[in-house]
Structures are given as C-alpha cells and as structure tokens.
C-alpha cells in the first residue's frame, strides 16, 4: 500500500490569557484549588469549557481545537493531579497565590494502537472579585499541553497507512487483493489553458462517459497542473478501452496503479463492496480514526468488516516551534498494524460463472448455491437487473411454488404420507377468492391424485384444498425447519446481509390459503430457498454460512427440527419432480441424481399478472437457488439458468 502522509499544521494562537474562574469562595473557607484544576481538566476533556464561568468561552474552544489540530477530533481524556505550590518563585505574595496542576492528556489512537499521552501543567491563581470573594483561575497558556510549546508552535501528524487485509474464498483462495489498474484523464499542465475544455470533451466523448460535460467542468475547476482522471479501469481491460488511441488525444495521460481489487468487475460486487478513499461522512464518523487519503470499505463486506481489514495506521505526531522549523519534539510514534484477512465462503469458479450467466438477464435476478454439508454459499451472484442490489440475499420475494416444499413437510407432520390422495381441481374457491392451476398443468393430473404427484406436477389447488387441515402456526413451523425464518442467537446479528424470510403464523382466509403455495405473505430471499434445498438435502436445518468469524453466534434453532425421516420423504418428493413432474429437463445434467421444484408467483395488476421464476435443486453436495424477477414459469425462465449452473458445477473440482 502507498505511505500516506498528512501534515495538520495548527497554529497555536494564544497570545492572550484566558482566566477562568473556578470555585468561588465567599466565607472564611479558603477555596480548594484541586476543584478547580479538576474542572478545568474536564473543560479540556470535552472542549466546551461550561464548567466555571470564562470571559470568551467560544474564543477558548476555539484557541484549543487550534492547538490540538488534527488531535482535536481524537478521543481524548485530561486528568489533573493534585495541585502542588508553586516553587519557581521568589516572590513570597505570588508563592502564596499561585499553583501548579499536573495535566495527563491521553489521546485514543485507535484500535491496537498504544494511546498518546502528554503530560504538562496548568497555572492556578488566587483572585479576589469586587466583593472581596476569591477563587482560584486557571491561566490560559501553549504550556497547558505541553512544557515545549509556544504562541508560535505547530502540531503535524504523519501517517502510514497499514497494509489491508486480503478478502479470502473457498479454501483461502485470495478473492480481493492488488491488481494493477490505469488510471486515465487529462494532465493539465502538458496543455495552454485555451486547449483544456476541447480536450477533456474529446476524452469524455471516446470513453462514452455518462456525463461528459461533469468532466469538462471538473477539469476547468481543477488547478493549472492538475492530472484529472476520468475513469480507472483493469489493465486487463486496455485492450477494451482502446488505450493505445486514447493516449494519442491531446493532454492525456495513462497512470499505471494498483487498487484493491476482485478477481473480475461483476465478480460478487453487491456483497463485497468496494475500496476507496474514505469519504467525508466516514472521515467525521470515525470520531479521528481515519483521516483524509485513508482507503477504507466503502461498501458490503468491505465496509462492514472495515475495522478488521483496515488495520491501524502508523503515526508520528511532532511539536514545532514554527511551520517549518527544523527543531521538532516528538510527541508520539507508532507503527503501521497491517489488516487481518476476512475468509469468506465464495468459490471463485462457481461465482464467476453465476455473475456471467445472469449478465444478459434484463430483471433483478440471483443465482445462490451452497454446500449441503456445510451451509457454506459458494455463489451469490445478483444481476444487473437489479442495479448493484443485493439481489440474491437481502431481496424480499413471494416464493412461489418452491415453497411447496414447506408445505409439503407441514402435511407430513399433520398425517399425511407422499401416498395420500389428494383432490387436484381445475380451480379452487376460498372465501370468495378462486384459485387456479398454472396454464398448462397437464389434464392427466386433474383429480384425485397422490400428494407426491400434486408436488411433482406443482398442482395449487391440491395444496389449498388442505389449508383447514394445517394452522398457519403448524405451516410457519415447518417452514422454519428448513430455514424460513431463521434468526440470530438473542443478542447477536447476522455476520453478513441476510433475509431469511417470513412465514405469517397468524394467516386466515384467502391469506393462509395462499401461503400453501408460496404467495398471500410468504417471502423469501434467494439465499433463503437456497436453504430449503439444503435442508432437504442433509436431512437438518441448515444455515447459510458466508463470513468464517471466531466468534459467531449459532442462529437459534427451529421449534421444531427436521427429522432425518421427513428429510427422506421430501426429498423423494423432489426427485419426483425430475424423475416424472415438472422438470424432466434436469435429468441430463451429469452427476448425482437431482432433486428440484419449481416455482411461478404472480404479482401486480396486470391481468394477467406478471410473475416471478424460481427454481430451487439439490445434487450431491450442492443446493442451489435461481430467480429472475420478471419471468414466465419457473421451469421456463429460471429452468435453463438452474440446469446450465447444475451442468457446470458437475466440470469445477470446487469441494477438492
């Protein structure tokens, strides 16, 4: 990482004393003069000196920040100790009415880091008002920070910033880390002042930037020497950008550098954020931790585990007589704590390939796949549908038919078996709402059929029909046994962005009818059904897993555990599915046998309503989630992306 140094230069202006008066006294009781450094020291602590009444408070405070500099928004405590007469003094009346406070200053440097402590002293004098009252003053001078300080004095900080840490995947593969970038603009200084604005409109208009004219106006604002960029780009991507003909046009200039990067542009973006220098919000929010020039997270993972991967920069803080003067106390050093690396869960191969799979997809869309035995989730791709949200794991979507799975698990443990006869109707009415089958739903599966057949076919009326034989209690508590729902233990919060989804407990009517195929207030994210088909897969809940941290929480568990016995039966019920329902389509794909359920929720006015796609599968040691926001049905929109993943999964070694 490149040294970053900052110089704060704060001119100590204290020409004048400011006396403040402190602990009055107006009987025959001397005033204590260690009342009055200790107020004096809290006026020092929090700047604000409201303590003891003071002829300019705002003139104070503002000579102190002046002071402090930069240290004026590090964390800071002032202490005095116990106030001791004054021995430099031959003048018996001033020995009489002077005294010396010792100050402690300890500054807060930052996590890691050891504290900065001065130590100096405050003068106190005796005065006498106009009622003959006295009390003890505290004299205003540079020496109350430091014995070397004088009216002319500076402070200047110099950092070096530590090395980040390295974002890690699926076996410690490195997944962010240094890659070299060109940094493209307009050099200002190789230009007249009249050849700047033609210029800059010309690399605008060959870069395609979306705001042309915001360049141009940056760089007319810009000093006379300035180096402007317009864009940073992979060095990878030279050949894309056509820089050999960029460097061609006038002023430009092309800087090779090194930036903190994923392995691809699209590479997992929505969870692992981005670096950058830290802006003035995260400047002031750091209460003096991180300065001007820091690079920090400014989003995702990066932001969220900033602390961690930041490390604690080095610093040298030095007393000056004057900017410039080559005489310096130094007052404190510290060297750069590099980062820790955060170990993340992705696997490189299996998130590349969900980022470019879903690039050509208009709607928000996600592709998530986890390890069954693990939780691990080896991909959360989101598509650009979805405009840098996090699709695949904090989305809220009705869960269609996927969420049948729930449902089934629920008739399960209300009595039923994969054998029961079931009635599967063309449409259904509860309450006045009438419920039907999707367009298409094969005849040979209209009537009374078995609840293996209602799942591999997806038959809604079937379903619904059983709605007064399982409450809304029993249906949330099912679909909690696959991860529905699954909180954090009490006290803690997720490691990483996360919507488990919701599951009312308390639905009637036309409401609870719908939940049994995953639409009235069912919701769910990606990651979420991602879950279900793990669940199903190892025979117990499972809980996604995306940060690898010592100390995290296990989430509570569900009321009610899966069993490995109703794990068996729900997985027959999706290899069903493939084997003889709705996605025979699936029994290509090589490897492991494959369990699935698709899934069409309706939203919206529109007549017909528009409809969500979503495809859930488990295949060995891999579940996997696919959803596409605006779709036809599950099968036919999210059904090719699923088995094309599922297909290409079977090449990559990934759990090796």
């Known amino acids: 990482m490149p040294t970053v140094r900052r110089r704060l230069a704060a001119a100590v202006l204290l020409s004048l004393t400011a006396a403040i008066g402190l602990a009055a006294c107006s009987d025959d009781t001397p005033p204590d003069p260690n009342e009055a450094a200790q107020a004096f020291a809290a006026d020092l602590t929090d700047g604000t000196f409201d303590s003891a009444p003071i002829g300019d408070p705002a003139a104070a405070a503002e000579q102190l920040v002046g002071l402090l500099g930069e240290l004026a928004e590090v964390p800071r405590t002032v202490t005095a100790g116990d106030v001791a007469e004054v021995t430099a003094t031959t003048d018996a009346d001033d020995a009489e009415r002077l005294r010396d406070a010792p100050l402690t200053w300890t500054f807060d440097m930052g996590e890691g880091a050891e504290p900065l402590v001065l130590t100096s002293a405050a003068r106190l004098e005796l005065v006498e008002d106009a009622d003959a009252n006295e009390s003890w003053t505290a004299l205003w001078s540079p020496a109350v920070l430091h014995p070397a300080a004088t009216a002319d004095s500076t402070i200047e900080i110099s950092r070096v910033a530590a090395e980040r840490g390295v974002v890690t995947g699926f076996g410690g593969e490195v997944l962010v880390e240094e890659r070299p970038v060109m940094r493209i603009g307009i050099d200002k200084q190789n230009l007249d002042a009249a050849e700047v604005e033609a210029a800059a409109q010309g690399l605008g208009t060959a870069l395609a930037l979306d705001d042309v004219q915001g360049y141009v106006d940056r760089v007319l604002a810009a000093g006379e020497k300035a180096f402007v960029v317009a864009i940073t780009i992979r060095s990878s991507e030279a050949r894309t ?32 954020g981005s670096v950058g220098e830290a802006t003035a919000e995260i400047i002031e929010e750091s209460e003096g931790q991180i300065g001007t020039g820091d690079v920090v997270g400014l989003s995702g993972l990066q932001r969220l585990y900033d602390d961690q991967l930041r490390g604690t920069p080095g610093m040298e803080v030095t007393l000056t007589a004057a900017a410039g003067d080559s005489e310096v106390v130094e007052l404190y050093t510290s060297d750069p704590v590099d980062g820790t690396p955060l170990e993340t869960t992705l696997q490189t191969t299996l998130q590349s390939y969900a980022d470019d799979r879903l690039a050509g997809v208009e709607s928000p869309s996600a592709i998530v796949a986890m390890q069954v035995s ?21 989305s809220q979507y009705p869960a269609g038919s996927t969420f049948k799975i729930a449902t089934a698990l629920a008739l399960l443990r209300s009595g039923m078996t994969p054998d029961s006869e079931v009635p599967c109707t063309p449409t259904l009415t509860v309450d006045g709402y009438e419920f039907e089958n999707y367009p298409g739903y094969p005849a040979g599966s209209v009537g009374t059929i ?5 799942i591999a076919q997806s038959c809604n009326t079937a379903l619904i029909a059983q709605h007064e034989r399982v409450s809304a209690a029993d249906l949330s508590a099912a679909a909690a046994s696959l991860g529905i729902g699954a909180a954090p233990a009490e006290g803690s919060s997720w490691p990483f962005p996360y919507f488990s989804g919701t599951v009312p407990a308390d639905a009637t009517g036309t409401t609870h009818a719908a939940d049994f195929i995953g639409q009235g207030g069912v919701l769910a994210s990606p990651l979420a059904m991602a879950g279900v088909a793990a669940s199903v897969a190892a025979g117990q809940t499972v809980t996604p897993t995306l940060v690898v941290t010592e100390d995290a929480a296990a989430p509570e568990p569900p009321a009610v555990p899966l069993t490995s016995a109703e794990a068996t039966q729900l997985q027959q019920l999706m290899y069903g599915v493939v084997q003889n329902g709705s996605s025979t389509f699936l029994q290509d794909v090589p490897g492991d046998q494959v369990g699935a359920k698709s899934g069409t929720a309706q939203y919206g006015t529109d007549d017909p309503p528009a409809t969500h796609a979503w495809m859930i599968a488990f295949q060995g040691d891999l579940a996997v989630a696919v959803f596409v ?8 929109t999210a059904g090719p992306i699923l088995e094309d993943f599922l297909t290409l999964a079977a090449d990559v070694d990934w759990a090796g």
């Open 629 to 636: 926001e605006v779709g036809d049905y599950g099968t036919a």
């Open 374 to 394: 693990t939780g691990a989730v080896l991909a959360a791709a989101s598509g650009p549908g979805g405009e840098g949200f996090n699709t695949a794991m904090v």
């Open 241 to 272: 950008y056509g820089v050999d003909e960029l460097r061609a046009l006038p002023g430009v200039l092309i800087v090779d550098d090194l930036m903190l990067l994923a392995p691809t542009p699209t590479f997992a973006r929505p969870i692992l």
């Open 450 to 454: 078995p609840l293996s057949e209602a």
